[in-house]
């Protein structure tokens, strides 16, 4: 038996409420659900989904298609964007994807590479199509399956 | 004597500085009629045989006299047993106690008297519980989160998973222990910090989760509630409202006041 872990680089001494986290210096890898807010600034890759508000820090590489209750977005983004009410894209973002939201602002200096789709019917028409696609691909997958 | 309590006393107790500290709390408790039977533990006695035996005896709380290293030494099998706990914090550390908003010494009288319960989550590390927190210092092992994805300090860090919180720094930190999930705290040293005074500044991750894994390629040592578990792979998960404890902190939502 030990004692706590002093000195081991673990600080104790900090706490934080509901919203989830992913910090500089941390990777995700796979599906990525959540019903809160989330910040990232470190990287994610594979898929994103949050019914909250998320906030892309400026340091963090985003590799997944994303969907979000509400977005602002600093950093990089590498898929396809789905945000259900308003997203903000500053100066600082890079976003190389399909976009659609209820509404949109975006900064001067800010890089979209993509089409746009802009207004409730939009966002309501791509997530339907991306559920479509899903199956489709869900379907191959389990054909290739089947067969192999 | 009230059977419907029993008390047990820390090795470190029988300690002649201990000596009147427990006779002025003898005699308090005794005067709120909330004296009970003693047990006393010592190196060769099984705490979890003594406590077994004192439910078994119609005992329906049992309070720990001595600091948070009494408590934790019980909490891997604590939560099985049917019993209410209380905690009479006579010496440091007693962050638990500050957690459960239980003071040192004979405050503490008035908290056990009030009997005023509230119930606990427990987490579990493979299949023992742990209360506090689960610590795994300077590791690049990852955490895999509910079967759906995994999350791993690039160039390390310290992984931390709380349940009600964490004790081990000067000051304890709270986690919501009552809300059925794990809290996992992921600590990474800053590409760009600057050092100062010798430390470098940190930026920490939080994700909550029901239930997940620790996995390492490397053996890595575990802290569970301060002691030290090691191995490559540990399954982690929460038991809702496992534990009932008498603390002092009124207006908890999942709190219920019972009369003994």
Not at chain 1, 97 to 105: F, H, K, L, N, R
Not at chain 2, 179 to 186: H, K, P, T, Y
Request: aromatic content about 6%; hydrophobic content about 40%.
């Amino acid at each position: 038996m030990f004692n706590s872990p002093k000195g081991s680089g673990y600080d104790s001494s900090s706490g934080q409420g509901a919203t989830t986290i992913i910090a500089r210096g941390v990777k995700v890898e796979g599906e990525f659900t959540s019903q809160s807010d989330v910040l990232i600034e470190g990287s994610v890759h594979g898929t994103f989904s949050t019914a909250g508000m998320l906030t892309v820090g400026t340091e963090a590489k985003i590799k997944a298609d994303v969907n979000a209750g509400s977005a602002l977005v600093s950093g990089t983004i590498e898929g396809n964007v789905i945000v259900g009410k308003h997203l903000e894209v500053k100066s600082t973002a890079k976003i190389s994807g399909d976009v659609s939201a209820e509404t949109i602002t975006i900064e001067s200096g800010a890089i979209l590479s993509g089409r746009m789709s802009i207004g409730s019917k939009a966002v309501s028409a791509v997530e339907s199509e991306a559920k479509v696609s899903g199956r489709r691909e869900r379907g191959s997958t389990a054909a290739v399956l089947s067969e192999s | 004597m009230n059977p419907a309590f029993g008390y047990l006393y820390d090795d470190f107790l029988s300690d002649r500085r201990f000596e009147r500290d427990l006779g002025v709390l003898e005699t308090e408790l005794s005067r709120r009629g909330i004296q009970g039977q003693v047990g006393k533990l010592a190196m060769f006695r099984s705490a979890r045989e003594m406590i077994v035996d004192m439910a078994c005896a119609g005992v329906k709380n049992i309070v720990f006299v001595g600091n948070d290293k009494t408590l934790e030494k019980m909490m891997w099998f604590l939560p099985d047993v049917d019993v209410t706990i209380g905690y009479l914090p006579l010496a440091e550390p007693s962050q638990i106690g500050n957690l459960l908003a239980i003071p040192m010494g004979l405050g503490a009288v008035d908290i056990l008297a009030a009997r005023f319960i509230e119930s606990f989550d427990v987490g579990k590390l493979d299949d023992r519980y742990f209360f506090t927190e689960v610590v795994v210092p300077s590791t690049t092992a990852a955490l895999e989160i509910e079967g759906q994805y995994r999350v791993t300090p690039t160039r390390g860090g310290a992984i931390a998973i709380r349940n009600l919180g964490s004790i081990s720094g000067k000051s304890a930190v709270s986690a919501d222990g009552q809300d059925g999930w794990l809290e996992a705290v992921i600590q990474t040293p800053t590409e760009d910090g600057y050092r100062l005074f010798g430390s470098s500044p940190i930026a920490e991750t939080h994700i909550r989760l029901k239930y997940g894994q620790l996995i390492s390629k490397e053996p890595m040592d575990v802290f569970m509630d301060g002691h030290a578990v090691n191995g490559f792979v540990f399954r982690l998960s929460i038991v809702p409202h496992k534990l009932k404890i008498i603390t002092g902190r009124r207006g908890g939502l999942l709190a219920e006041k019972e009369k003994v």
